[in-house]
């Protein structure tokens, strides 16, 4: 089970930080991933982080922005977001892949409006 939290309201130029719980599963074996869908448009990745944390990637889009992070110890992921653009605005959904199964939280929404 994955469940976010951290999602709401933010002006441009704004910061928000977003986390993922997750329990019956340890996620130190998995890479772990933060997608967002975007009003109207499809679910897109926006950032992975690898089982140890040695390896990220970003979108281009929020490179220099966001920050993907995980402490296994205590089995979660954040997604730090930065600098803030009215084009951030969608749900955001914590993601694992387990043995060929997709897991979701269940996205919250974030708005960057003034």
């Known amino acids: 089970q994955l469940v976010e939290s951290g999602g709401g309201l933010v002006q441009p130029g704004g910061s928000l930080r977003l986390s993922c719980a997750t329990s019956g599963f340890t996620i130190s074996q998995w890479d772990m991933s933060w997608y967002r869908q975007p009003p109207g448009k499809e679910r897109e990745l926006v950032a992975r982080?690898?089982?140890?944390?040695?390896?990220?990637l970003y979108a281009d889009s929020v490179k220099g922005r966001f920050t993907i992070s995980r402490d296994n110890d205590e089995n979660t992921v954040s997604l730090q977001m930065s600098s803030l653009k009215s084009e951030d605005t969608a749900v955001y959904y914590c993601?694992?892949?387990?043995?060929?199964?997709?897991?979701w939280g269940q996205g919250p929404q974030v708005t960057v409006s003034s």
């Open positions: 993601n694992v892949v387990r043995a060929g199964a997709a897991y």
């Open positions: 982080i690898s089982r140890t944390g040695g390896a990220t």
